[in-house]
């Protein structure tokens, strides 16, 4: 079982910043994909950028410029960067990985962390 913990969420002033980290453990080979996704209250989730294994990034048209996504492949880390932060950026942030398991059976997982909040307000 591979398993998600998120961490960074908080309250935060407008024009401020927040890292959130994604650990993923358990048996992992390989983390083919990493996505943040945001909820905020009375709307639908939405995807707010994701990378893939060969470092290909995306990000939607509402954080471009502001968030970066990243990875660290050593620790099975991923992270997003929230710079310029705005009050419509409060939301339940998720983590979510497509991962591997080890040969031979690379088993493939799809996983969801528990969401972690993020608040920016005046």
């Known amino acids: 079982q591979v398993q998600l913990v998120e961490s960074g969420g908080g309250l935060v002033q407008p024009g401020g910043s927040l890292r959130l980290s994604c650990a993923a453990s358990?048996?992992?080979?390989?983390?083919?994909?990493m996505h943040w996704y945001r909820q905020a209250p009375g709307q639908q989730r939405e995807l707010v950028a994701g990378?893939?294994?060969?470092?290909?990034?995306n990000y939607a048209d509402s954080v471009e410029g502001r968030f970066t996504i990243s990875r660290d492949n050593a620790d099975n880390t991923g992270y997003l960067q929230m710079n310029s932060l705005k009050p419509e950026d409060t939301a339940v942030y998720y983590c979510?990985?497509?991962?591997?398991?080890?040969?031979?059976?690379?088993?493939?997982?799809?996983?969801w962390g528990q969401g972690t909040q993020v608040t920016v307000s005046s």
């Open positions: 358990g048996t992992i080979f390989r983390i083919i994909a």
């Open positions: 979510n990985t497509l991962t591997l398991g080890p040969p031979p059976d690379r088993t493939p997982s799809n996983v």
């Open positions: 990378i893939t294994v060969d470092g290909s990034t």
